[in-house]
C-alpha cells in the first residue's frame, strides 16, 4: 500500500495570504489528522477529521480550518498568514481513528511565512 | 488536560550499546494508549512502539521495549545492541480518543 502522501512538500507564503495543504491518507484509512510542529511548540495536534466531519478540534485559532472529502483525502487551510505559522505540518491516517487505531504519518508540508 | 513531558533533551549512546529513553504522562483516564515515535532528519515520523495501558505486559519490538509503569504515568523506551541506523529524534504521544499529545522530543546520537 503506498503511504500518507501531502503535498506540496515545501512552501513559502507571505504574511496576510492563505494556503492550502493537502493530505492524502492510505487507502482505506478514514481518519486524518493534522499537527503542526515547530521548535518551539514540538508537534501540536490541529485536528481530526473521520467521514467528513471534524471530530477532535486541538487549541488552535479560527485561522486554520479543514475539511476531508468523500474520498477522505483531507486539506488543511489557513488564513490570513502570521510569521509564526511557519512550520512543518505534519497528516496521520489510521482506518477508523479510535484510540486501537495507530497513526501512520506523511513526510510533511514545511511552510515558510515570509 | 493530558501533557506528556520527556526530560531528556539529548542522548548519546555508543553503538552495540543500550540506551534508555525516558517519557513521564499526566492523565485521569485509566484506558489510553502510548506510543513513541522516531523522526529521523527526513522528518518521517516513523511508529516505533505502541503500548495499551490495560496491559500489564510491555509491549516489544525486536530491539525496541518499553517499561510501562501505570500507576507511575511512566514509559520508557529501552534500545538495545543500538545501530547507527537509530540515531534520531524520539517522541512519546498518549492518545484517547485518537487527539494525540507528544512530548518534547529526545534527540538520540549514536556514536560509532
Known amino acids: 500500500k503506498a503511504g500518507v502522501t501531502q503535498t506540496p512538500r515545501y512552501l513559502i507564503k507571505t504574511r496576510g495570504q492563505q494556503v492550502t495543504l493537502s493530505c492524502s491518507p492510505i487507502?482505506?484509512?478514514?481518519?486524518v489528522s493534522w499537527y503542526q510542529q515547530t521548535p518551539g511548540q514540538g508537534l501540536q495536534f490541529l485536528f481530526e477529521?473521520?467521514?467528513?466531519?471534524?471530530?477532535n478540534k486541538g487549541n488552535f485559532p479560527g485561522r486554520f480550518s479543514g475539511r476531508q472529502f468523500s474520498n477522505s483525502r483531507s486539506e488543511m487551510n489557513v488564513s490570513t498568514l502570521e510569521l509564526g505559522d511557519s512550520a512543518l505540518y505534519l497528516c496521520?491516517?489510521?482506518?477508523?481513528?479510535?484510540?486501537?487505531?495507530?497513526?501512520?504519518f506523511g513526510p510533511g508540508t514545511r511552510l515558510t511565512v515570509l | 488536560a493530558q501533557t506528556v513531558t520527556q526530560s531528556q533533551p539529548e542522548m548519546s549512546v555508543q553503538e552495540a550499546e543500550t540506551v534508555t529513553l525516558s517519557c513521564t504522562y499526566d492523565?485521569?483516564?485509566?484506558?489510553?494508549?502510548l506510543f513513541w515515535y522516531k523522526q529521523p532528519p527526513s522528518r518521517q515520523m516513523i511508529l516505533v512502539i505502541r503500548?495499551?495501558?490495560?496491559?500489564?505486559q510491555n509491549a516489544t519490538e525486536n530491539r525496541f521495549s518499553v517499561n510501562f509503569q501505570k500507576a507511575a504515568k511512566s514509559f520508557s523506551l529501552k534500545i538495545s545492541d543500538s545501530q547507527l541506523g537509530d540515531a534520531a529524534m524520539y517522541f512519546c504521544?498518549?492518545?484517547?480518543?485518537?487527539?494525540?499529545?507528544f512530548g518534547a522530543g529526545t534527540r538520540l546520537t549514536v556514536k560509532p
Open positions: 487507502s482505506g484509512h478514514r481518519s
Open positions: 503500548q495499551e495501558a490495560y496491559k500489564q
Open positions: 477529521y473521520f467521514s467528513e466531519t471534524q471530530r
Open positions: 492523565t485521569s483516564e485509566s484506558d489510553y494508549y
Open positions: 504521544a498518549y492518545t484517547k480518543n485518537n487527539d494525540m499529545r
Open positions: 496521520a491516517s489510521c482506518q477508523w481513528g479510535g484510540s486501537t487505531d495507530t497513526q501512520y
